[in-house]
């Protein structure tokens, strides 16, 4: 093992061994190299700095007028150097600025400065690196994004075990999460926690989330590492009445050792950015030392794979950041139009006419609704709507499908949700 891992290593147990012995045997392994950036970092102030993998000139970086002049408002130092393995410094502060603005009852002592990732998916992979080793339980709800069985059970081998989240009324329910949680036996697990939820829109009341900070903390008591990650891809867009702080700030507000808060968010749906791939991860540890060490590890991770990510990117949503009031503004339209959508969706998809065809899942936010529909095959479903109406929806399971209202028009909602009913008519005649 390299000295700089085992020194980390050390440091790690020392300062919180319970999350020292979360660590995967490539957590274990893992460091940032004193190599070439490091060695560029100590020659920045030189005058002749022959370190870097850039061209330049003595005052300024090469790059061609017509790419730049792409774009406005940036600078070319803002869009052609390599940005560092952790990002660029000042968008880390601003991203930590926003995040304790949006949740008043996070402390800045009790986080890591967020670091940057290409996007969710990224951040995901990170945390599967990190912490994830074959034969270690993820739990998920039954209705989860498919990407984390590819991410932690494709790539990690991880074993994916799965608890309902909504009755048979199609009601959002923490019975059967608390049941599990209350029944495992393991001495670690990692669990994701995903509001706005992917694929069913549904974000928990306060109540309903004090119930599963309860359930997390008395399976940390009884001695199992939790690593609590908290996917906040769709954060923001609430449209009822539901607990609008992150999950990540209850959790990190338990103060244990044995759980881990990660929170993964980001420009890609806030921003409605999803091509700009600027993505933070953020731990809910408060020990300097910690912290220091999450981070080098984080840091080697993002080296040794992307090595770092894009500079522009990372640089336009710091602009947005420092020019946040009209930007704001923006954004709060969009969100208003995503929440006429909704309303439209939640008073059509209710209606009594289509009880046979489909029970709705509870929803209250984000992006999309799901329907368990009634006597078909959600699949066969999917594919009549594409060939005889010209409609597109994901089949999800052998029961459900999902239907993303935020990428169709208020006025055009009625007519979808009429046109699935008929094509359901269709396949139960």
């Given amino acids: 093992m390299n000295p700089l891992a085992l020194d980390l290593n050390e440091q790690l147990s020392k300062s919180n061994p319970e999350v020292a012995d979360m660590l995967s045997d490539l957590g274990k392994l893992m460091y940032y190299p004193k190599g070439i950036l490091s060695q560029s970092a100590e020659a920045k102030s030189t005058q002749y700095n022959a370190t870097i993998g850039m061209a330049t000139y003595s005052d300024s970086k090469m790059y061609a007028n017509t790419l730049n002049d792409m774009f406005n408002h ?15 410094e000042p968008l880390r502060d601003l991203w930590q600025q926003k995040m304790l603005k949006e949740n008043p009852d996070l402390d800045k002592k009790d986080m890591t400065r967020p670091i940057l990732t290409n996007a969710l998916t990224h951040g995901l992979s990170l945390v599967g690196d990190m912490f994830v080793d074959s034969g270690d339980t993820l739990l998920l709800p039954t209705h989860n994004w498919g990407n984390y069985k590819l991410v932690y059970s494709t790539r990690h081998n991880a074993e994916i075990e799965t608890y ?42 306060q109540d309903e ?7 997390i903390k008395s399976l940390a008591e009884r001695g199992t590492n939790v690593i609590a990650l908290v996917d906040d891809a769709y954060y923001g867009l609430f449209y009822e009445d539901v607990y609008t702080q992150s999950l990540f700030t209850a959790l990190t507000n ?4 044995n759980i881990l808060p990660i929170r993964l968010d980001g420009a890609t749906k806030e921003f409605f950015a999803w091509g700009l791939r600027v993505g933070f991860i953020t731990f809910g540890v408060n ?25 522009p990117s990372q640089s336009a949503v710091k602009y947005v950041l420092e020019h946040s009031e009209t930007f704001n503004n923006e954004i709060q339209q969009n969100i208003d139009t995503l929440q006429a959508r909704y309303e439209v969706t939640k008073a059509v998809v209710y209606d009594d006419k289509y009880a046979q065809f489909w029970q709705p ?32 929806i994901i089949a999800l399971n052998a029961t459900d499908i999902r239907i993303a209202f935020s990428c169709v028009e208020k006025d055009d909602i009625p007519h979808v949700f009429d046109t699935i009913a008929k094509a359901i008519a269709d396949l139960q005649n």
């Fill in 164 to 205: 309902d989240i909504f009755d048979e009324e199609g009601h959002f329910t923490t019975e059967a999460l608390v049941n599990t949680l209350e029944n495992y036996k393991k001495d670690k697990v990692i669990l994701i926690l995903n509001y706005p939820n992917n694929p069913t829109g549904y974000t928990p009341t």
């Fill in 209 to 215: 989330v004090t119930t599963i900070v309860n359930a």
């Fill in 254 to 257: 338990l103060h244990l050792d």
């Fill in 74 to 88: 940036l600078e070319p130092d803002d869009i052609f150097p390599y940005a560092p393995p952790q990002g660029i």
């Fill in 287 to 311: 020990n300097e030392i910690t912290k220091q060490v999450l981070e080098a590890k984080v840091k080697g991770m993002i080296r040794s794979n992307i090595s770092s990510g894009p500079m």
């Fill in 361 to 392: 899942y509870d929803f209250n936010s984000g992006y999309f609704m799901a329907l368990q529909v009634k006597d078909v095959d959600p699949e066969q479903l999917r594919k009549h709507l594409i060939d005889q109406y010209s409609i597109g």
